[in-house]
């Protein structure tokens, strides 16, 4: 017997297929079991309608191939329709991409997806997607499995920059960043693993756990925080010694922000990204000095909120930092 559900009540019993999670940086596991307990209560309900007053959201609308979008109001959905939609979903959290609502954009978005997180399918999460996706059979269970990648355990997608994607896990038991070069930017992606491989050991930069710059590169590093948290170091000077120590080796860091200024769990600061390096201009320090000047203003930034914020929790009387 095939059912009608109000759009109300998908909305209750299928969050994370109708609203997306709420967690687009939580564990891959907890999202593949939340989605694999929809999936249950989609099948053991046979839904094929869903009734509903005024829009259906084209956010939900948008998961389903364009040929299979009609029957979502008409009727007729399968099991496998709903899968589809669910892989869709687990796709944007394992890749950090939107898919495209437009009937002509839909099947190359899913292209994207497999073609840019390939080396990653092998298990997990990213091996059910993949085969739902390409319209081979697919284990339900794997979607609670995590991801392994050359001995680090995936857990979660961290970001995607004009270079790599990064996506955080375990490895050999030390939190870690696993990064792969998105498409046309593995030239780039080899430059940027010589400079790591040049400095990993050293204070105040990250650890190269593993690596390969073969055909398909990748590498896994040491997992920083980012952001704002650079006002929480207490030697906010060790980003000074590490952009001292690349510019005595004659190289530009090419793109100091924030985001690029990240913290180890003891707290140590240490300076990222080396997609942007290039050598400096010979026998001219102003690039260098162009550096600093921006180094030192995020620095002194990051300190300066850090106080404020140490004064008015001090002022409000709560007893806590105000971020």
Not at 22 to 35: Q, Y
Not at 93 to 119: D, I, K, N, Y
Not at 124 to 153: C, I, M, S, Y
Not at 185 to 212: C, V
Request: proline fraction near 7%; aromatic fraction near 8%; include cysteine.
């Amino acid at each position: 017997m095939r059912t009608t559900l109000s759009l109300r009540r998908l909305n209750e019993k299928c969050p994370v297929l109708v609203r997306g999670t709420g967690d687009p940086a939580g564990p891959f596991a907890g999202s593949g079991a939340r989605i694999a307990a929809e999936l249950h209560f989609l099948e053991e309900h046979c839904v094929s309608r869903i009734s509903c007053r005024g829009f259906l959201p084209l956010d939900l609308l948008r998961l389903f191939p364009p040929s299979r979008r009609g029957r979502v109001l008409e009727g007729g959905l399968t099991a496998a329709d709903w899968e589809g939609a669910a892989a869709v979903r687990m796709a944007e959290l394992l890749g950090g991409m939107r898919f495209s609502a437009a009937p002509a954009l839909f099947p190359q978005s899913v292209r994207r997806w497999s073609r840019e997180t390939g080396p990653l399918c092998g298990g997990g999460a990213f091996r059910w997607t993949e085969a739902v996706l390409n319209g081979r059979q697919a284990l339900r269970k794997d979607l609670t499995v995590p991801g392994r990648f050359h001995g680090a355990e995936i857990g979660c997608f961290l970001g995607r920059g004009s270079t790599s994607a990064v996506y955080g896990g375990v490895f050999r038991g030390k939190r870690c960043a696993v990064k792969l070069p998105v498409p046309g930017a593995e030239a780039r992606f080899r430059r940027e693993l010589a400079w790591l491989e040049m400095f990993s050991g050293e204070p105040f930069f990250p650890e190269l756990y593993a690596f390969s710059r073969g055909e398909a590169p990748w590498c896994i590093i040491t997992r920083c925080r980012t952001g704002a948290c650079v006002r929480e170091t207490d030697s906010p000077e060790g980003f000074q010694t590490a952009l001292d120590r690349l510019h005595r080796c004659g190289l530009r860091h090419g793109d100091l922000r924030r985001a690029n200024l990240g913290l180890r769990e003891d707290g140590r600061p240490v300076l990222l990204d080396f997609s942007h390096t290039v050598p400096l201009p010979p026998g001219d320090p102003a690039a260098a000095d162009e550096e600093n000047r921006k180094l030192q203003q995020l620095v002194n930034t990051g300190a300066e909120r850090h106080e404020r914020s140490l004064l008015s929790g001090h002022v409000s009387g709560a007893g806590q930092t105000v971020a």
